[in-house]
Structure formats: C-alpha cells, structure tokens
C-alpha cells in the first residue's frame, strides 16, 4: 500500500488549496481514510476522516465548515479541499489510511491508522 500526498504550498489568509491523496493497494469501499496534520512543536492532529463502509465523514471542530473530503474512485484519489486558509491551518499534512472500519472515536487517534503519506506541507500567511 502506498499514499502518495500533494498539493501543498504557499498561500495567503482566506486563500483554498486542494490536497491530493493518491492510493495504490486499496480500494475505496471499505475501511478508514483521512487526513491529520502536525504543526512545529506540535503533536500530529486529526482533521478529517472517511468511513467507507457507513458512508460518514467527521472533520475536527476547528475545519469544519472550510475543509471538505471527497475522492475520486477513477484515480483512487482521496481529496482534501481546503477554504478560508487561516495562519493556524500551517502545518504539515498526511494522509492516512485503515484497512478495517472503526468506532467513531477511533478516528481521531493517529494510532490508529496503517499506512500514511509522507506529507504535504501547508503554510499560510497572515
């Protein structure tokens, strides 16, 4: 299984970016996928994840409502749009993944997940 993240870069307050997922080794229709990020200093943060098997999509309190999942099952490519970029949202961006489904609180724990991405660097001015 590998993931594949892009679609960072640099942009100003209030700007969008899309994060692409590129996955090869996995299909769409069952498990976990999603995004975390980890800022300097900080820990890796959950944003936003994917059950494909309940067809549900939770996103942390501090994106929701400007950050949306979706994917195109053409490319097996999971998608991160990202609207009303904030300096806070800088940071360093992963994609996950999770072979198997699991409770709604499981999705917010890192440990959870089996394969990552190497990351997509996000950085938003002020």
């Known amino acids: 299984v590998q993931l594949q993240a892009s679609g960072g870069g640099l942009v100003q307050a209030g700007d969008s970016l899309r994060l692409s997922c590129e996955a090869s080794?996995?299909?769409?229709?069952?498990?976990?996928m999603g995004w975390f990020r980890q800022a300097p200093g900080k820990e890796r943060e959950f944003v936003a994840a994917r059950r494909w098997g309940y067809r549900d999509t939770y996103y942390s309190d501090s994106v929701k409502g400007r950050f949306t999942i979706s994917r195109d099952p053409s490319k097996n490519a999971l998608y991160l749009q990202m609207n009303s970029l904030k300096p806070e949202d800088t940071a360093v961006y992963f994609c996950?993944?999770?072979?198997?489904?699991?409770?709604?609180?499981?999705?917010?724990?890192?440990?959870?997940?089996?394969?990552w991405g190497q990351g997509t660097l996000v950085t938003v001015s002020s």
């Open positions: 996950s993944a999770r072979r198997r489904n699991i409770v709604v609180s499981g999705l917010y724990n890192h440990n959870n997940y089996d394969y």
């Open positions: 080794g996995l299909t769409f229709n069952s498990g976990v």
